[in-house]
């Protein structure tokens, strides 16, 4: 969907269908549905429409928004056709959005992870793992003046 007019025709297909849902459409099956997205197959003949349903908690609820959702195709699609102002009309087919779902497992998996890494936190304690203090001191001055003088010895030499 690269194509910018196919772009535009799906935002225009979102628009209608979901003026048509909020307006039109009259069945008690639907509940809150809201459009969340359209793809248009590049020749335009194919539109895949994208809702999801707030409140829809149990099956027997999103099967009977998609029946009422494949009941009023018919309608949905000559309204498209008639906005668009196309020869022909794409065919529309609507498919249950899983991603509020499956953004919503994610945060409870990581919620979980992190009151998990809270848990592993508390409980290591305050032992470092090098030791009390791991970081390098700087050398004593003896060792300094021991290390200058090899240096010295060789330097005579080369001379």
Do not use: C
Not at 8 to 16: Q, S
Not at 31 to 41: A, H, K, N
């Amino acid at each position: 969907m690269s194509n910018p007019r196919v772009r535009k025709i799906a935002d225009r297909i979102k628009v209608i269908v979901a003026q048509m849902l909020e307006r039109r459409i009259k069945d008690p099956r639907l509940g809150f549905t809201t459009v969340t997205d359209v793809r248009v197959s590049g020749d335009t003949q194919q539109a895949t429409v994208f809702y999801t349903v707030l409140g829809a908690d149990t099956p027997a609820e999103l099967a009977g928004t998609a029946t009422a959702l494949e009941s009023a195709k018919g309608l949905i699609r000559s309204e498209v056709a008639k906005q668009l102002g196309m020869r022909h009309a794409p065919s529309l087919e609507f498919v249950h959005d899983a991603l509020p779902e499956t953004a919503r497992h994610l945060d409870e998996v990581l919620a979980k992870a992190r009151a998990q890494d809270e848990a592993v936190a508390a409980s290591r304690g305050s032992d470092y793992a090098g030791g009390e203090d791991p970081y390098k001191k700087p050398r004593e001055e003896e060792d300094l003046d021991d290390w200058d003088d090899g240096d010295e010895a060789d330097q005579g030499d080369d001379d």
